[in-house]
């Protein structure tokens, strides 16, 4: 087989080439492909050439069910994305913007399990053991027995957590500012941080210790670099959030053992982040108080959490040849089929018109589940019908205007009965899935029986308009 000294590595994708290239061939970034030392063996281990293999022994799988005890840090929600607790000898991915809140996060976490006892070291690459320790203070946790390093050099790192007792929880703040000397490439490279995070990944293997790593992200979400690295952990979270929103969403984008539709919700104040038990109660609080045309409040589940999140839409009169459709929070194709069905099978025209979307809080809705209550902002606005205030709304609108099921139903009911809503706009329920929540559902089939129903609403709401001035004449 072939040697070669070095080969070229994309610093985006990882993807190696023989040849320098303006252009990676894999994910098609420009000027992200630069020399590196070639890995020796796989991922940089050496190997022993000529050497024989020794037999070992093999378990069986029956054997094996001795669950280890989880980690609690007793941050709720991060334990919940972690799938209760972190498992001893995992490493755990963390990936999220620059400032979203990556380092106070696992400071928290740091100082609650120190609390509890047992070793627990946060090392950053970032900050200096004065900022670390400066926010520390700043979120009342000074006094909490975490210990610090401000360390790069993954060897001493490795080193150092080998020394003395078994360390419980680690934290590596972040994986891009580490090197080895193992790798001859130069530090921030992705050979540079595959090699730290394999040799961070062994010692966490061979003492138990929960891991957590940090990774940054380029501007479309990817953890920056090392996507190899996404294969070598246990679990990749990413935290997300909106700069102008104080919440934030913890995700499981891979957790071996987990499921990965949790999510943990937090909101970041100036104590550092909160936990939020309640997210829908958070997303509903800025409601305006009066009736209001074009907002509908969409009964969501997001990963297995039902979230409750308002809807907003403006349709007014274009000025303009082309009619703006502007939406934010959500997939502008999706506003486009539901504007086509509502054209099509409402009787809605909507060509003279622009449209405007929004959801409410700085969320993004990915669901399909949303149509129905996106629809129902769009009619309200247009037709100038306030929907009623104590009603919520999901269902996933079919090119045919029919309205389709979608996933748990049942929780979403009983989510908005909980919060107080009495009325729920869905699908026809096949089963008796929202039994047992305490809001009446009102079955909708198609588009066009939404329109009607919101439309006769609206004939009622001029009627009345109409007739207000009317007596108040009259008492004069
Ligand atoms: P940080 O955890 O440093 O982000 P990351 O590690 O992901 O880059 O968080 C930085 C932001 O969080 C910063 O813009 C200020 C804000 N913040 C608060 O609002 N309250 C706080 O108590 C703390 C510590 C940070
Ligand atoms: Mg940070």
Known sequence: MAKFRSSYVCQNCGAITQRWQGKCESCGEWNTIIEEAAALGIGGAVARRGAAGRPFPLEELAGAARPEPRLITGIAELDRVAGGGFVP??????????????????????????????RVVYVSGEESTAQVRLRAARLGLADAPVQLAAQTFVEDIVATLGSGDAPKFVVIDSIQTMWSDAIESAPGTVSQVRGSAQALIRFAKASGAALLIVGHVTKDGQIAGPRVVEHMVDAVFSFEGDGAHAFRLLRAAKNRFGATDEVGVFEMTGGGLDEVPNPSALFLADRDGGANPGAAVFAGVEGARPLLVEIQALVAPTTLGTPRRAVVGWEPSRLAMVLAVLEAHGGMKLGQYDVYLNVAGGLRIMEPAADLAAAAALISSLTGASLPRDAVY?????????????????????????????????????????EGANIAVQPIGTVATLVALIASSAVETRAARASAPARSEVTN
């Open 89 to 118: 000898g995992s490493t755990t991915l963390i990936g999220g913007e620059p400032g979203i809140g990556k380092s106070t996060l696992l400071i928290q976490a740091c100082a609650a399990v120190a609390r509890s006892g047992g």
């Open 394 to 434: 999901f269902g996933e609108i079919a090119l045919s205007g029919s309205v389709r099921a979608v996933a748990h139903p049942g929780l979403r009911l009983k989510e908005a009965a909980k919060l107080g809503f009495a009325k729920a706009f869905a699908p026809p329920l096949p089963r008796a899935d929202g």
